[in-house]
């Protein structure tokens, strides 16, 4: 009977390796991020300001950091979840998704606290957010649809949730634009988002709804 370190290395066995590691990568920066987001709050008692006045800043901050992060978290799991393999392009696109969810606290923080003063820094904000939201969209266009690694979902969901990641960044774009005072292209984008929304309804309609593809799991 050989032992185990004899035995050969099956292909998927490999490919398991491989996306285990990216997951776990990933699930690190993610909790780093939403650490970091916590460790930079600064409450600071002014006089004449109560308890409220010195943490409503820092708190809005870290719920803003803390929600977005963890709404990119939430697409990033449900994407993996239905993965077979992993490949270097995929996992290249992850690294840069992950680039932009480490910064994501950063851009946050220093935006909304110079808002007042310099409101023009709120592009950071807007730029920050968008291209999270845009390369969370790009990793799983390839995934699905170039790869095709995940070939057991059924591909309306597998729209239905492209569609869903690409409406965040029209949104964020819509409000970076309304922001600068753009109000033509802005509420263009803004329909943009609406029809993405309306084409997300439309790919996951007659799509399986059991418990391994339900379009909102």
Not at 41 to 70: C, D, K, M, N, Q
Not at 80 to 101: E, K, M, Q, S, W
Not at 113 to 122: G, N
Not at 196 to 207: D, I
Request: charged share 15%.
């Amino acid at each position: 009977m050989a032992k185990r370190g004899e035995l050969p290395v099956e292909e998927h066995h490999v490919g398991q390796r491989h996306l285990d590691r990216v997951i776990m990568l990933s699930d690190g920066v993610f909790a780093i991020a939403i650490t970091l987001s916590a460790i930079e709050l600064h409450p600071e008692l002014v006089e004449g300001h109560g308890l409220w006045e010195a943490w409503a800043r820092p708190l809005l901050l870290y719920l803003i950091s803390f929600v977005l992060t963890g709404g990119v978290w939430l697409s990033h799991r449900r994407m993996f979840a239905h993965l077979r393999d992993i490949n270097v392009v995929g996992t290249a696109l992850n690294l840069l998704l992950l680039a932009c969810v480490a910064l994501l606290p950063v851009a946050i923080r220093f935006s909304l606290e110079h808002m007042q003063a310099r409101p023009q820094v709120m592009q950071v904000y807007f730029t920050a957010t968008g291209a999270t939201y845009v390369s969370a969209a790009l990793l799983w266009a390839y995934l699905a649809f170039v790869a095709h690694l995940a070939p057991d979902l059924d591909r309306r969901i597998a729209l239905s949730w492209l569609l869903r990641l690409l409406m965040a960044p029209a949104l964020i774009a819509a409000a970076g634009l309304l922001h600068a005072g753009l109000n033509v292209a802005a509420s263009v984008l803004a329909l943009v988002a609406v029809a993405l929304a309306v084409g997300r309804r439309w790919a996951a309609r007659g799509a399986p709804a059991d418990g391994a593809a339900a379009p909102d799991r």
